[in-house]
């Protein structure tokens, strides 16, 4: 029943992505600590699959994981000292900075303290507040299935609405861009295809599966993991990689939401690691601090294993076919079946559960994926770190 061809053969199914089932359950042992090189964010596994997927010499990838984990932290600070001026945030990856936008009227004393952070600072006309209330009088719309999404862009300074390319003409999707322009300033843009969930049919590999659907792990928490709403409903039983029984899921929101979690027992338990595949060491967690719109982050899944890109927009409504799904993160990283639910991670820092996307890994793509914190916030849980 058990297998171990993984790394840490002792640290059973729960980490990631359904990845870490395929270690059995029994304890780690004293010489399977993690290496020095598993405890750096920019460890050589890491670099390699900046340089693949962000076109990044091995020297610029660890100049801009530094560069962002500085924007990290500073990102909150940034927000409560511009106040009500605040106009959003985005990481710069020509400049390796965080630029905050704030309105006209922000006083120069706050303009002053935020360069001295040494963040970038831009004037723009709508402040944070007023985008936002904007997207929420479009979120009350409905929505046809030829409009993708809908996000604040900080940088443009704008709603962004996005239409799928060869819908633009229909009646019904003129309709609703003419009725969101009305609710704010908006600007359209078209995206290749519409987005889909990553959930699939049973299949071999690391997976969890909930009847005849597989699905990844996310990350996990004192009591359990965190995965996505979609794959499975509240009472549903979890099945490892070898049809044992993991766990149940306790809490599921889908759509709306798309986010879940699953509660652990029958000799499984949790470990703060996210599965590298072969492709990076496996990442230990260490938290959860917020990326920037345009920093990098890194997907693990149990169909496409470890792929990485950018952070290209927040707070954005998804439209899936099922309904759509409110407050989720957009990323240039590829995923397929099976990835649902798996694991975003910026460096050492967990950010959200696979959610859906459009595209694949051979031809490329974008994929959301729903804040972690929202998670944990939502069902009162606690990130296992290491």
Known sequence: MRRSRLKYA????????????????????????????????ASPGLLQAMQRDLGLSKER???????ERTAIDLAPKARRAAGSAYGGAWFDAASERLTVAVTSDAPSTTVRELRSTGASVRTVAHSARE????????DRLPAPSGVSSWHVDPAANTVVVNVVRDKRADNDVRRFVSRARA??????????????????????????????????IGFS?????????????????????????????QGSSFPGNDYAWVSVGSGWWTVPVVL?????????VRGSGEAPVGASVCRSGSTTHWHCGTVLAKNETVNYSQGAVHQ????????????????FISGDQAQGVTSGGWGNCSGGGETWFQPVNEILGRYGLRLHTA
């Open 10 to 41: 002792g640290l059973a199914a729960l980490l990631v992505l359904g990845g870490w089932t395929a270690g059995g359950t029994g304890q780690a042992s004293a010489d399977e600590s993690p290496t020095a090189a598993d405890t750096e964010p």
């Open 61 to 67: 990838a660890e100049a801009r994981l530094a560069a």
């Open 131 to 138: 985008l936002d209330a904007a997207k929420a009088r479009i």
């Open 183 to 216: 609710a704010g300033p908006v600007t359209v843009e078209t995206v290749a295809a519409a987005p889909r969930t990553f959930a699939a049919g049973t299949v071999g590999g690391d997976p969890y599966y909930t009847g005849n659907v597989r699905c990844s």
């Open 221 to 249: 928490v004192h009591g359990g993991f965190i995965t996505a709403g979609h794959c499975g409903q509240s009472g549903a039983s979890v099945r490892g990689w070898d049809g044992t029984h993991i766990g149940t899921f």
């Open 276 to 284: 590298g595949w072969g492709t990076v060491p496996d990442r230990l």
């Open 328 to 343: 989720m993160t957009k990323t240039s990283v590829c995923a397929e079946g099976g990835d649902s639910g798996g694991s």
